[in-house]
């Protein structure tokens, strides 16, 4: 070999490791992507909890992840999105409590029934004790990590005519989310349970398909509620909150310290997010009431017991599908009225009506 040969097979060495050493550091730069999937518009509680999570997932980890917030449902509807999490296909879901049925996991319905919590606190002592902690661990044989509960609130019912009590539901389809505890809650009023997809309601409401529904305030504001609905009554007969929950195999095989880092941003995002939602729902309130095309109602004392009397036949019917140790320690620690409303109206009790608030 000649000294010019020499040369040529020095210099395409050297090419060939200046290039692969280039590829090598970009293949090691290239983010770590979460695909994080959700049913409802980006301006809701969770859509802004979700946002606020990946902003904080890449600061945190300097980059070495990057979270794709999918909001609307315009990856996966509600049911295919938790089979896409099973399977992989994303890596993070933040569904409603009420859809935790296909998981096998019934005990998350214990969130849907009918006037448990009493308020925020009294709910918070559940997601941010050690049942909420007991319930998320039920999730990892079903290969999937419970990282965080995140509210939004209290649901309230819409329809195309006044509801004050529970005698102007009777008859009428409403629009549940697939939770037997809501069928029965539905049952309760006479009326007859819809089991839909976030993404069909409007449609459903608009073409009549269904005569109403419940949500939070923040949920309907951004469906366009009150294009479609003329009376919402504020009710808030019951709870609507999310567990953020992540692919067991993908989140166990992050490398510690990253997963360290998304865990600390887990928590800023459930502070954020428990933070906003109050505030979200009320300023959506108002916002639905300056469209004026629904007309809000806000409930008497009596008319809200009404409501309360009706519906404590539903904790008496579902406490062995939930649990009747899970339920009775739950009535225990948030002091929840609705045990005694329960135990007035289903159990044969002595307490007077009074004893119900
Ligand atoms: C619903 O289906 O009504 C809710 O679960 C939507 C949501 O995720 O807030």
Redesign the pocket.
Known sequence: MNSLSILRVFLNGLAAWALSAALGSAIAQQPIVIKFS???AHDTP?GLAAEFFAKRAGELTKGKVKVEVYANSTLYK?KEEMEALQLGAVQMLV??L??FSPFGVKEFELFDLPYLFDNYAALHKVTQGSIGQSLLEKLEPKGVVGLAFWD?GFKSFSANTPIKTPADLKGKKLRI?SSKVLEEQIQALSAQPQVMA?SEVYQALQSGGVDGTE?PIS?LYMQKIYEVQKHLALTEHGY?G?AVIANKKFWEGLPADVRGQLEVAMKESTTYANKIAKEKNDKDLEAIKKTGKTQVYVLTSEERLAFKKALAPVHVKMESRIGKDLLERVYRETGSSAQCAAGCYCRGGTCAITCCR
Request: no cysteine.
């Open positions: 959700h049913v409802v969770k509600d569904p409603s009420a859809k939004n989310q976030f949500n949920n609507l999310y």
